[in-house]
């Protein structure tokens, strides 16, 4: 009898499958899952370092902004002469090594700013002279903002255009 019911439930059992699987609805195969997963890295550049008469970091930017390779051994020289190679000076500024602005040596020029020591005359919108260029064709109206190197080449780059050499001339200074 044991056997019997062995067979009857194996039957069973057998029959259920059979019945569940007739009554069972088609199954399509699983589909593949796509995910797409986006990573966003931030890179932070470090803050760059200056040093005094090192005009070596220059060249790609005066590029970029317009200047062109047989003008920068002469731009490179006025830069030199002019801040030092430190972007951060503006007129009668003293700087270290590290071009950080140590004293004020003298209160004269104190508009001359930046790399190309770009004068007020340019910058200040109300300026007779020059009709204050920089202000008005780059909206760059205020000391500050030729602090920044490549400001500073591109407002230097524009008064090339209209000027040449001039705006940097030796000649009409006083000794």
């Not at 056997?3 to 019945?19: D, E, M």
């Not at 760059?48 to 002469?74: F, M, N, R």
Request: charged letters at 15%.
């Amino acid at each position: 009898m044991r056997t019997l019911t062995r067979i009857a439930a194996l039957i069973g059992l057998t029959l259920t499958v059979f019945s569940l699987a007739a009554n069972a609805q088609p199954v399509s195969a699983p589909q593949p899952v796509t995910t797409t997963t986006t990573t966003t890295t931030t890179t932070v550049a470090p803050e760059p370092t200056y040093s005094h008469g090192d005009c070596t970091w220059i060249e790609p930017l005066a590029l970029q902004v317009g200047w062109q390779q047989h003008q920068l051994p002469k731009l490179l020289g006025i830069i030199e002469r002019e801040s030092g190679c430190c972007p951060n000076v503006r007129g009668g500024d003293v700087v270290n090594s590290d071009c950080e602005v140590v004293k004020v040596a003298t209160l004269s020029h104190r508009s001359d700013t930046g790399l190309l020591q770009i004068n007020g005359v340019h910058w200040k919108q109300d300026h007779a002279q020059y009709h204050g260029l920089v202000c008005k064709q780059m909206n760059v109206c205020e000391q500050s903002l030729l602090l920044d190197p490549v400001t500073n080449l591109a407002a230097g780059r524009l008064l090339f255009d209209v000027a040449g050499w001039s705006p940097w001339s030796l000649n009409h200074r006083k000794p």
